[in-house]
DNA sequence: TATTAATCGAGACGGTACGTCCGGTCTTCCA
DNA sequence: TGGAAGACCGGACGTACCGTCTCGATTAATA
C-alpha cells in the first residue's frame, strides 16, 4: 500500500552504484571518455561488466549518469566589493577549467549532446546554470546598489565572463592566472556606472 | 631534381581527397564524431580503408581535415565600419556553431585532448587560432583608425566577443540570432573610444 | 527426534519436483541438452532458479533425474519365450534411441565425461546398468531354462544386442523397427543351445 | 576465366586454418565440447578471436570443421585368417575408443546432432562408414571364401561387433583388452559355416 | 618498349571493447 | 524452513571498429 514497498527480490547494494559513479569519474577525469571502458570502470569498483550494465544502459548513461551527479560548490564570497567578488568567482571558475583533465567533461557532454540529450540537459542544470545565476545575482544585486550600470544587459555580461574563460582555454590550452582581473578590466567600463559626461 | 618533380609511380586521383572529405563531413554532420567510422568514410567515398589511411593519418586527422575544408578562411567582410564587420564575423561563427552537430568535434577535442594532443593542436591551429586572428586584426585596424579606444587590451576582448558564444551554447543549447549584435552593444561602451570625460 | 521426525519449517511443495521434471524433459526434447537452461526449467514450471537449484544439483544432475524419470524401470515382458522377451526389451530401448533428441544426453554425457565425472557415472547407474541387467537376468534364467547355450558369455551377448542399437544409429542416424528381430535372428545360432553336433 | 581465379584482396593464411583446427582438436580432446571455448582456440593457434570467426562461423561449425578433418587410418590387415582379421580391426577400434577422451569426439557429434547435421553427416562418412566398410568387406570375402556362413546378415554382423565397443564403454567407462577376441568368440557360432548337422 | 614505382581495390589479421547470455550463489522478504 | 524474486560474480559469446598488412591490378614516368 504504501508508495515505499520494496520491490521483491535482494535489493541493490547502493554502496555500488556510487562505486560505480565514482570510478567513472575518475576514469573518465584520467582518461577522457575514449579511454573509459566499462570493464576498467567495472574492475575500480570491485564489480563486474553484467553488473553494471544492470544498472546503466551502457557508456553513455554511464557517464552522463557520472556526470550529472556532479555538481559546482556553493556560492563564493560576497562582499560588497562586486569587482572583487567577481574575480573570486572567475578564479574558481579558472581552476575548473584548468585543472588537469578539467575539460574532458564538458568535452564528453558536447560530443555526445546529440546522441545522449539528457546528458547535456543534466549539466546544464547542475554545472552551467547554478554558476550563471551566481554571477548574474551578483550583477543584479550590484545595479540594485548602484555599483553597475543601471540598463546593464546582465546575461550578456555573464556570458562575456565565463565564456572569455572557455574562449582562453581553446585559443592555448591554458588561462593565464591573471585573467580574470585582465578580463574584468577589460569589460569595466561597459558596465561600470556611466561617468557623468557633459554629453548626457 | 626540381623540387616540383613529380614522384614516380601512380599519382594520387585528387579528387579522392576531396570525395573521402566530402563523404566525412556528411557522415560527420549525420552521426557526430562518435558514429564517424573509417569504413563508413570509405564506403560512401567508393573506396576502402586502406586507400583512406593512406592519405589520412586517422579518425581525428580525418575529422580535422574535414572541418578545416569548413571554414571559409577568407577574410569575410572589411568594410570601413568596425561594428557591422565584427558583426558579419560573429555571425558566421554562429552558423558554425548552432549547425548541426557543430559543437560535437569541439567536444570530442576537448574529451580527447590529453589522449590525442595532437588533435587538439590542429584543431587550435586550423580552426581556432584564424577566426581569432581574423577578428583581432580587425579591431587592430580599427584601433589605428582611431574607430576603437587606443589602449584597447585585442586578446581580451577578442575572447570575449568569441566565448560567449560558446558560453551561450553551453547555457541553453542555442544561441539566438541576434546574439552578435547584443554581445556588440554590450561590450561596446568597453571598446569604443572614450568620451571626453571631464575627469580630465 | 525419531528419525521421522517432520523437520520444521514450510514443506517443499511436491508437486513442484515433478513440475521440473516435466518441463525439463520438455525442453530437452525440443531443445537439446546443450538448448536446456535452467531458468527456462525455472520459468517453464512457474517458479525461479533458486528454487531448482534447492532440488538438483546442477544441469547435469536435472537432466539426468529427468531423463531417469522416463526410463520405465519396471521389469518389462518376462514369458516364457526368451526370445519375446529379447524383442520387446529392444523395442523398447529402440524407441529411446530414436525419439527425438533422444541421443542428445548421451551425448553430452560422453562430451563431458571427464570435466563431469559424476554424470557420466548416474547416467551409468540410472540408465545404462539397469537395462543390461534386465537383459542379463533374462539371459540367466534362460540359460538355467536350458532355453538358451548353458556356457553362453552373457556380457557379451548383451553387450552386442544392445551395442548393435548404437552403432546402428550412429551409421545412420536411425534404427529400422525390424532391427531388434533382426540382430537376434543374427545372433541366435550363437546362443542358442548347441545342436547335437556329430562332433561329440 | 579461368576457374582457379584468384579472389580478389589478401589471400587467407592457409596454416591458419589448421592451426586453428588442429587447435581445437586438441583442446576437444583434452576438455571436451563444453570446455571449448573459442578465445582458447585462437590462443592456442596464436590469433584472436575474431580471426577465428572469420573463418568459422561459430563454435559448432568449428567443432564440426575439426572433426570433419579426421579420418580413420586406412585397412589393416587382410590376411587368409578372417577371425585374426577382425581381431586385429576391433583392436584397432579399440584403441581409438579407449584413447584419453577418444568418445568425446563421438560425445559431441550426438549432442549437436540436431543442431549441427552436417557434424553428423561427416563424421558418419568419414570415420563411421569407413571402418564399417573395411569390416563388413572383409565379412564379405569370408563368405565368398566359405570361411564364413553364406547366408549370414553382414550388416547386422558388422553392428554387432562394432557396437559391443560401444556399449561395453558405456557400460563401465572401458574396454577389457581381451573383448575383441572374447566378442568374437561369442558370435563366433553365429557367423561360422554351420557344422554339418544331421539336422540338416 | 620494358621496367619500375606508386596508387588503388580487396580483404585478412591482431587488437580492444562492446553488450549479452548463462551458470551458480547470495540475500531479502513473505508464507 | 520453503519459496519467489532478483542481485551478483564470473566466464564466454558473437560483433564492431581500428589500424596494419598483404596481395593483385592499374597507371604513369623512366630506362
Known amino acids: 500500500m504504501s508508495s515505499t514497498a520494496r520491490p521483491a527480490g535482494r535489493p541493490r547494494d547502493p554502496e555500488l552504484d556510487e562505486g560505480i559513479l565514482v570510478a567513472t569519474r575518475q576514469i573518465l577525469a584520467e582518461r577522457g571518455y575514449r579511454g573509459l571502458t566499462i570493464d576498467a570502470v567495472a574492475r575500480a569498483a570491485g564489480t563486474t561488466r553484467p553488473?553494471?550494465?544492470?544498472?546503466?544502459?551502457?557508456?553513455?548513461?554511464?557517464?552522463?549518469?557520472?556526470?550529472?551527479?556532479?555538481?559546482?560548490?556553493?556560492?563564493?564570497?560576497?562582499?560588497?566589493?562586486?569587482?572583487?567578488?567577481?574575480?573570486?568567482?572567475?578564479?574558481?571558475?579558472?581552476?575548473?577549467?584548468?585543472?588537469?583533465?578539467?575539460?574532458?567533461?564538458?568535452?564528453?557532454?558536447?560530443?555526445?549532446?546529440?546522441?545522449?540529450?539528457?546528458?547535456?540537459?543534466?549539466?546544464?542544470?547542475?554545472?552551467?546554470?547554478?554558476?550563471?545565476?551566481?554571477?548574474?545575482a551578483r550583477l543584479d544585486s550590484a545595479i540594485r546598489d548602484g555599483t553597475l550600470r543601471p540598463g546593464l544587459d546582465v546575461e550578456a555580461a555573464t556570458t562575456m565572463l565565463i565564456g572569455s574563460l572557455y574562449a582562453r582555454y581553446l585559443a592555448g590550452g591554458e588561462v593565464p592566472a591573471d585573467w580574470p582581473e585582465r578580463i574584468l578590466d577589460s569589460l569595466w567600463p561597459a558596465i561600470a556606472p556611466e561617468p557623468k559626461t557633459p554629453k548626457g
Open 51 to 136: 553488473t553494471v550494465y544492470l544498472r546503466f544502459a551502457g557508456k553513455e548513461a554511464l557517464a552522463t549518469s557520472a556526470i550529472a551527479g556532479m555538481t559546482v560548490d556553493d556560492p563564493l564570497s560576497d562582499t560588497d566589493d562586486i569587482r572583487a567578488d567577481l574575480v573570486a568567482e572567475l578564479r574558481h571558475f579558472r581552476t575548473a577549467v584548468t585543472r588537469p583533465h578539467g575539460m574532458s567533461f564538458l568535452g564528453t557532454v558536447l560530443a555526445e549532446e546529440h546522441l545522449t540529450p539528457d546528458l547535456a540537459k543534466r549539466f546544464r542544470e547542475r554545472l552551467v546554470l547554478p554558476r550563471r545565476r551566481r554571477i548574474a
